[in-house]
Nanobody
Framework: QVQLVESGGGLVQAGGSLRLSCLAS????????MGWFRQAPGKEREFVAA????????RYADSVKGRFTISRDNAINTLYLQMNSLKPEDTAEYYC???????????????WGQGTQVTVSS
């Protein structure tokens, strides 16, 4: 079993930045890829970014390319999402996920955190 705990969400003005963190614990060797998803009220959960164990492979949603950066520090079992140039449409609950491979489908991830809220004001 793997436990994932997100932190770093909050309220920020448009154009601002936030860094989300996700601390993993438990049987962390059971997964290779980690990713971020988000879900806005009334909308489906959508892929944001994902990264492989080594960090050599990353994928981003088109909507965040050039603004968000995913990274991980395996020494402390922590995943990050640096979010710059935030827009009101980035407002959502952000979830950390872990799974066997770097994919964009939520069904490809085995473990999920509880989420952290990001609100971007205009």
């Amino acid at each position: 079993q793997v436990q994932l705990v997100e932190s770093g969400g909050g309220l920020v003005q448009a154009g601002g930045s936030l860094r989300l963190s996700c601390l993993a614990s438990g049987r962390t060797f059971n997964y290779n890829a980690m990713g971020w998803f988000r879900q806005a009220p009334g909308k489906e959960r959508e892929f944001v970014a994902a990264i492989s164990w080594s960090g050599s492979s990353t994928r981003y949603a088109d909507s965040v390319k050039g603004r968000f950066t995913i990274s991980r520090d395996n020494a402390i079992n922590t995943l990050y999402l640096q979010m710059n140039s935030l827009k009101p449409e980035d407002t959502a609950e952000y979830y950390c996920a872990a799974g066997p491979s770097v994919v964009t489908l939520a069904t490809g991830y085995w473990y999920w955190g509880q989420g952290t809220q990001v609100t971007v004001s205009s």
